[in-house]
């Protein structure tokens, strides 16, 4: 027994010692790890915290309000309905039947043929960095427009500061605008032009006078580049040319009216008259579609204008009302003129006076004050009626339908009363003077006309010194106009094998 109890002391004993130098074992590390942190590196606690920094979540981009998206989606589907079918049943309207389809051919044509052209190279040429004159192709085929590996669109500038909209609804937005204002262009040599000529002259002009236009009227880096007084000189530099003037277009007074008239009346000339032009009654066969087209029009305007505001705010609303109030105004205004000159006021010249309105009011329709929309629209009304009378006789050109009295008289009457009723003291909103603050303010009268004049002098001597190009190279290459004989038979038959009314 006594042997017993001595083994259970002598194995508590050793126990004791084993547990015992564990602990101490322990206590060793833990004070050795102590040691190993307080000896560590300042660099490494550096470290620590810039990465938790880094996790951090990272400011927000702007993201689009879904308001402003629909508002500038249903504004392209304006466009082209004042296109297809409000430009081409306008157009086709003031034809004779024997040349209907022509018209809504080449104006249908056009449109899709210029759509494609815009995708592939207009849009970059028209909107992305280049220079004072012309974009580069940064943006060809739309390249950067999304991106497959995230799935999200590139985000464009409004005019408003940290309002943004997916910059592929602005592509579509403006693909409307340059394939209406080819359209348009149509209507100055009607009835006596070869269908392939008018397809190979649309993409020399849209390339070398719509393009460039367009980019010195509008390109600019928008508002959010202005991030201090210090970078202002060298965002200037980067607009376009007109745009670094100060002149003020909203929705393409000289970009696509008087771009486009210009390029019809240097086509009037160079393609010649009509047969029998001046001795034949050559009188518009359905004046029903006419004014079809032109109610059409009207409501697509809506969308030209307002939605150039690219936002659905307070800038839209006032282009809104002034699309709609100064349209109304040319009309009484030009039926009244009809009138006293004629005696009698026609359906031809109140649809006439409600295009020459739209027309007159695009450049100002966000620019200028109610009251200012409202004179735009009268004055328009008288201009663009002596326009397609007393001014198309001085010309002596056999502009069909006349685009040049119409949109080029209206879009130069349009172009320089913005100058004029910009003003604040006359009711317009004025401008903004200083786009890091986004001050508002308003230039002299005088100062801001002639600015606006200096613009539409550039568009003109552009889009005339590229039209006579376009026409002459076309012309020595394809030939411009169709022959006498299938002139006098008309372009329906000859040149698409239909008529448009079976008898």
Not at 226 to 245: F, I, R, S
Not at 419 to 445: C, E, H, K, R
Request: aromatic share 10%.
């Amino acid at each position: 027994m006594k042997k017993l109890l001595s083994i259970l002391a002598v194995g508590l004993a050793l126990l004791g010692s084993v547990d015992l130098a564990l602990a101490q074992d322990a206590a060793s590390a833990a004070a050795a790890a102590s040691d190993a942190v307080a000896a560590a590196p300042a660099e490494a606690a550096s470290a620590v915290a810039e990465a938790a920094a880094e996790a951090a979540p990272a400011v927000a981009a702007p993201v689009p309000n879904k308001g402003d998206v629909c508002w500038m989606l249903v504004s392209t589907l304006l466009v082209i309905m004042m296109s297809i079918p409000g430009l081409a049943l306008f157009y086709g309207g003031l034809v004779r039947s024997k040349n209907m389809l022509s018209v809504l051919m080449q104006v249908f044509v056009t449109f899709s043929l210029i759509t494609v052209l815009w995708v592939v190279y207009g849009y970059s040429l028209a909107f992305s960095e280049g220079n004072a004159f012309i974009g580069g192709f940064d943006r060809l085929f739309l390249k950067g427009i999304f991106d497959p590996a995230t799935g999200a669109f590139a985000m464009g500038a409004t005019f408003s500061k940290g309002v943004v909209i997916p910059e592929i609804v602005f592509v579509a937005f403006q693909a409307t605008f340059a394939a209406i204002t080819c359209g348009l262009i149509v209507g100055a040599f009607a009835e006596r032009v070869k269908f392939s000529a008018v397809l190979l002259f649309m993409v020399l002009w849209f390339t070398f006078s719509y393009t460039p236009i367009a980019h010195m009227v509008w390109y600019w880096m928008g508002p959010d580049a202005y991030t201090g007084p210090e970078v202002v000189d060298a965002m200037n530099a980067k607009a376009g040319l007109l745009w670094q003037w100060g002149a003020l277009d909203f929705a393409g007074g000289t970009v696509v009216h008087i771009n486009a008239a210009v390029a019809g009346l240097v086509g009037a000339y160079m393609i010649g008259k009509r047969i029998g032009y001046g001795k034949e009654a050559m009188a518009p066969h359905n004046l029903t579609m006419t004014m079809v087209g032109a109610s059409l029009l009207w409501v697509g305007w809506f969308g030209f204008n307002a939605g150039s505001a690219l936002e659905a705010g307070n800038s839209a609303a006032l282009a809104f009302l002034n699309t709609f109030s100064a349209t109304a105004a040319a009309v009484l205004a030009w039926c009244i003129g009809e009138a006293l000159m004629k005696g009698k006021a026609s359906m031809l010249g109140a649809a006439s006076g409600a295009v020459a309105g739209l027309v007159a009011i695009t450049p100002a329709a966000g620019n200028v004050g109610i009251i200012g929309g409202l004179v735009i629209g009268f004055i328009a009304g008288f201009a663009c009626l002596w326009g397609v009378n007393g001014l198309k006789k001085l010309l002596g050109a056999d502009d069909s339908l006349d685009v040049f009295g119409v949109h080029g008289v209206g879009g130069i009457v349009g172009a320089l009363l913005t100058g004029v009723f910009n003003n604040q003291a006359l009711g317009g909103p004025g401008l903004v003077t200083d786009w890091v603050t986004a001050t508002v303010g308003s230039n002299d009268i005088l100062a801001q006309v002639l600015i606006q004049a200096k613009a539409v002098g550039v568009t003109i001597v552009w889009s005339a010194v590229v039209a006579a190009v376009s026409y002459k190279i076309v012309d020595l290459t394809i030939g411009l106009r169709v022959p006498e004989e299938e002139e006098r038979e008309g372009l329906d038959i000859t040149s698409h094998g239909e008529t448009a009314y079976n008898k």
